[in-house]
C-alpha cells in the first residue's frame, strides 16, 4: 500500500470540531467499535482547536476507580486555569462508577463557569447500559464512529473492491494488507480476542465465555444467512439456551462485531420472535475467522457471494448503529428479500445479486405487493454495481 491513513481524516472530525467550537458546553461522547480511529480522530480535532489538550487512557486489563477520573480532571484543570481547554479520557466505561465520578465533577465546573471541555471515548452501547442516559441526562452528545467504509479506505490506502471485500474496513490492519497470514493474525490476536476479552468479558457478567466466543465464530462463518437459535444451539455444542444466545448476540453487536437483524413484519412481537439473520459489521471478521487466503476467496463461488452480500449488510448496518436507519430483513415462505431499510416514513427493500446459492427465492415483488416499500434496489448483476453502491453513503440509498 503506497498510501498512509495518518493524513486521512475521517469526515466525523468536522463535526466534533463544530460542537467543540460552540460556546454552550455539552460533554461530548465519541463513541465506536475498537480500531475504529477513535483516538487518532480526537487527537487530529485537538491539534486544531488552539487550546491545552490532556489525554488520558483507562484501557488496562484491570479495571481503575472513580478517583482516577479525578485525578484526570483535576490536573487539567491546574493546567488551563481560566482559559478554556480540552480534557479527553479514552475507554472511560471501563472505570468502575465513572458516570457518577463524570457528573460531579461537570457539575462542580459547571457552577464554576469553567472553560474546560470534555471528550469521553468508549463504546457507545457499553457506555449507555453501564450509566450515560442515567447520570449524565441532559449533559452529553453522543458522535457514533462506524467502521471504515470502502469509500474511506480506498481514499486512505487506495483499496479496491476486492480488498475491501477481503480485508474489510480497519484501518490499523492495513498496512499488513501484502502480508495476508500475517493481517489475520493481527485481526484475531489484536483486534478479535482484545475485543472479546476486554471489551465484552472485563464490563459484563458471562457465564459461558467459550461460548460466546463460538457464537462468534459462527456468526462469522454463517454470516449472510438466517439461522435460528435452536439450529445455533445444535451448531455450538452447549448447554446453553436460546435466552443465553440472544444476549451474547447483544454484547457482540455492542462490541461492534457481529449483529443478528430482525425480520420485517407487521407487528412487533413477530419481529422480536423471528430467527435472527447473521451479520458481521466487518468483513475483515468473515475472511479472517475462514482462514481463506485472497485467491481462494475469489476462486470459492460460494464464500466469494456470502462476503459481497455481508458487505452490503455491513454498509447499512454500521449506518443503523449510528442512528441513520433501521436494518431488517424479511422473509416469508420460500420468498425472500436481503435487506430492509426503514428510515422514517421511507422503506427500502433491497436485493444483492451476489451469485452464491440461496435456501430462499428473490421475494421483491411479494414484498412490494405486502408492504409498499418506497423503492426496491437491486446491488450486483444488471442492478448498482457493487462499487457505487458502497462507494455512497447508506443515507443516499435511503433519500424519501
Known sequence: MSKSSKAFTRPYAAELGR????????????AGARQVGKTTLVQQVAEGAG???????????TLRGGEWIAQQWEAARLEIGAEPGL????????????????KRLWDEDTRRRSLLKVVLLGSAPLLIQKGLTESLAGRFE????PHWSFAEMRSAFGFTVDQYLYFGGYPGAAPLAGEPDRWRRYVLDALVETTIARDVLLL???DKPALLRRLFELGCRYSGQVLSYTKMLG?????GNTTTLAHYLDLLAAAGMLTGLRKHAAGAVRQRASSPKLQVLNTALMTAIAGLAPDEVRADREFYGRLVESAVGAHLANAAARGACELLYWRERNREVDFVARAGRTLVAIEVKSGR??????GMEAFAAAFRPTRGLLVGGDGIALEEFLSRSAEHWLQP
Request: proline share 7%; no cysteine; net charge neutral.
Open 357 to 362: 446459492r440461496r435456501d430462499a427465492l428473490p
Open 235 to 239: 451448531q455450538l455444542h452447549d448447554a
Open 204 to 206: 459484563t457478567r458471562v
Open 87 to 102: 480534557l479527553v479520557l479514552d475507554e472511560v466505561q471501563k472505570v468502575a462508577g465513572w458516570s457518577e465520578s463524570v
Open 51 to 61: 487550546v491545552p489538550v490532556r489525554y488520558a487512557s483507562a484501557d488496562e486489563p
Open 19 to 30: 460542537r467543540l467550537a460552540e460556546p454552550r458546553r455539552f460533554i461530548q461522547v465519541v
Open 142 to 145: 453522543v458522535l457514533h464512529l
